[in-house]
């Protein structure tokens, strides 16, 4: 999806409304690590160099480095690897990531 250019197009478009204005994407996630959001959008900000913070249900907010963190964490990828970068470690992460939920919504539509 972020290789897409309807992707890009939209990523270019929030960076121009946040030259203009305070942004803030929204989900109905409570936890960021459940929004794709997270995963997606916040990644390509940061790796954009853009300031990204998480709001939690009570209010707080959580820089997105925080937050890879707590997804590498969740994912059992927190360990640092001499030849590996944290952002490769993400990008590995956010794969197995997509594997699970992809796997998840292949056995729910076989419930259904």
Known sequence: MARTEFFRDGLERVLRGAGRHRIALMCAE????DCHRTLLVSRALDERGVAVQHIHADGTLEPHDRAMLRFLERMGLE??????????RIAR???HWEERTASARRTAAGKA
């Not at 409570?30 to 690590?33: F, G, I, N, Q, V």
């Not at 360990?79 to 490769?88: G, H, M, P, Y």
């Open 79 to 88: 360990d640092a690897d001499l030849f590996e970068t944290r952002q490769a």
């Open 93 to 95: 992460a956010v794969e």
């Open 30 to 33: 409570k936890e960021p690590l």
